[in-house]
């Protein structure tokens, strides 16, 4: 089997080629608003994660502006530094970017003073899915730590097309997912 490190470098150098390849304006329309199966699985007023993208990451601030709108409190992960652990703050409004500082990582995070929540619903990142819910991120296990001490309601993916993978290295401590989203289906409720 070929080794984590390498498959990563592969799999991201295969999301940044298939999103170069989607015109701008595309782009622009995809993930706006959360397909109705998986918004019928959330319940009211639930606490919702979603991240802030960096470049070539599917664009999840999108759901987070959806689902503000809808009344729900939106967060996102929030770092002390580079060896904290990844905890949740929130993003008051997901329309404001002037909300947002740079996080350890070269990420954007709430203020130290945004209040931290815990989400019950959450959309994770990835570099690669299953069609049966693996996951693989990006190998600092910051998701699966935070999912396994506070296991949410739905873990749901987000995903381009091409990181579907037919086999995802899974390791005890990784943590399923609930779905994965793509711009062309839903893959779940697993």
Known sequence: ?????????????????????????QRALLFRRPPEEIVRLIPEGAV??????????????????????????IVIPWF????AHMSFR????????????????????PADDAEALV?????????????????????AGHYDSWMAAHPPRLAIGVAWD???????PIEPHDYPLSAVITPTRVYGPF
């Open 1 to 25: 089997m070929i080794e984590k490190k390498q498959l990563r470098a592969e799999l991201k150098q295969r999301r940044a080629e298939h999103v170069a390849a989607i015109p701008e304006y």
């Open 48 to 73: 919702i994660s979603v991240y802030h993208e960096m470049p070539g990451e599917v664009p999840a601030s999108h759901y987070g502006r959806w689902f503000f709108e809808r009344g729900h409190r």
């Open 80 to 83: 002390a530094d580079r060896k």
């Open 90 to 109: 929130e993003w008051a409004n997901p329309f404001v970017e002037e909300l947002l500082v740079p996080d350890p990582f070269k990420a954007m995070q």
């Open 119 to 139: 989400p019950e619903v959450m959309f994770c990142p990835l570099l690669a899915f299953s069609s049966k819910g693996g996951r693989m991120g990006y190998g």
């Open 162 to 168: 091409c990181q579907l993978v037919e086999d995802v």
